[in-house]
Structure formats: structure tokens, C-alpha cells
T-cell receptor, first 116, second 111 residues
């Protein structure tokens, strides 16, 4: 497919469990972003990757959240000891370069995480 | 500081025109994005304005006034499928990736 894909589309888990959310960016896009979006709000920045490295992880709310992109393509957002407040839609976006002028970010469909 | 404001909700009639406003206070402002987001779906790119003025793309146009810190999205010949949230986001010159997002305007189209 040509767009950003995310799996799973929905994830229901219990408080205290560990979850992994996956993002497949558009082929060739070097920049990848994770956001969190609550109902009626704009996306909240979590982390930005340029290639394999996390160039900015200042949006991660605490050390329970971690993300990797080992080969510069697919990324996984990992959440440990989930809490009910983590419930949200987690969006992934990618852009061609992420350097120089501002790139347009292309979003995936999101993963809806529900923590019971 | 960094702040973006847009109306929470608007209602318009099929076939009509609607203007969705966005005001921003963003240090080091560079440009203004508009995204459309249908319920339960990803935001999709509509436009990006860096220069003052109006840019037209079919039924959708976007306007920017840098001096006034103001942008609007104009939707003409409204269709039922235009019912969605419309998000504005500001980019900054000191960051080519960090966007300041508004909360979105939910547009309801009535027949």
C-alpha cells in the first residue's frame, strides 16, 4: 500500500499490562512521528525519528513510554504498565525528509487503545 | 507562547459556503497547515500556507494573514461528505517537524 499503516487498529488491554503499537511509514520516508489524540483534541506530539534515531522524544509523557525504529522504517511504540489515562488514539505519521523546510506529514489510521 | 484557537463546532447547509477560522500566537511562525479528519480516521492533508493570501484548490481554499496571525479554510459547494473535523496546525522556523495543533473544528453539514 502507498500510505502509512498501523496495527492493530484497536487494542483493549487491562491496567498494568504491556502493549506494543506498530507503524509502517510510507516507503522512502525518513522522518516518522508518533502522536496521541484524545476525543475533541488535536494530535499531541510524542516522539520524532529521523532515520533510526529518536531526534526528539520530549513529548513522551513518562518513562513507561518508549519507541524504537531499528532499521529506519517500521517503528514500534511500547507502553509499559498501562494506565486508564493512556486510553487514546495513537497516530503515526511520516514525511519525506524531516530536514530543511517543513515537510507535510502523512498520517496513518491510528490505533485506538483502551485500557480497562 | 504557543497557542492556536479555532471554533469547536460549526453547522452549514449542503451546497452552501462555510469559512472556518484559525488564529494563532506562535513564536517563530513559519506556516499554517489545514488537515481534514473524518470521525475515526486519520487526518489528511489539505493545504499549507507560508505566504500571505488565498490559495485555491478546487472547492477548498485557504487564506493566511501573517500580520494578523489569522488563517481560514473556505469550503464551497458543501457536500455531505465534508462533514468532518478540520484541524489547523502552525509550523515554526526553529523546528521543521514540531507543529502546534488546534483542537479542531467539527463541521456538521445538514441537507
Amino acid at each position: 500500500g502507498a500510505g502509512v499503516s498501523q496495527t492493530p487498529s484497536n487494542k483493549v488491554t487491562e491496567k498494568g499490562k504491556y502493549v506494543e503499537l506498530r507503524c509502517d511509514p510510507i516507503s522512502g520516508h525518513t522522518a516518522l512521528y508518533w502522536y496521541r489524540q484524545s476525543l475533541g483534541q488535536g494530535p499531541e506530539f510524542l516522539i520524532y525519528f529521523q532515520g533510526t534515531g529518536a531526534a526528539d522524544d520530549s513529548g513522551l509523557p513518562n518513562d513507561r513510554f518508549f519507541a524504537v525504529r531499528p532499521e529506519g522504517s517500521v517503528s514500534t511504540l511500547k507502553i509499559q504498565r498501562t494506565e486508564r489515562g493512556d486510553s487514546a488514539v495513537y497516530l503515526c505519521a511520516s514525511s519525506p525528509a524531516g530536514s530543511g523546510n517543513t515537510d507535510t506529514q502523512y498520517f496513518g489510521p491510528g490505533t485506538r487503545l483502551t485500557v480497562l | 507562547g504557543q497557542n492556536i484557537d479555532q471554533p469547536t463546532e460549526m453547522t452549514a447547509t449542503e451546497g452552501a459556503i462555510v469559512q472556518i477560522n484559525c488564529t494563532y500566537q506562535t513564536s517563530g511562525f513559519n506556516g499554517l497547515f489545514w488537515y481534514q479528519q473524518h470521525a475515526g480516521e486519520a487526518p489528511t492533508f489539505l493545504s499549507y500556507n507560508v505566504l500571505d493570501g488565498l490559495e485555491e484548490k478546487g472547492r477548498f481554499s485557504s487564506f493566511l494573514s501573517r500580520s494578523k496571525g489569522y488563517s481560514y479554510l473556505l469550503l464551497k459547494e458543501l457536500q455531505m461528505k465534508d462533514s468532518a473535523s478540520y484541524l489547523c496546525a502552525a509550523s515554526r522556523m526553529d523546528s521543521n517537524y514540531q507543529l502546534i495543533w488546534g483542537a479542531g473544528t467539527k463541521l456538521i453539514i445538514k441537507p
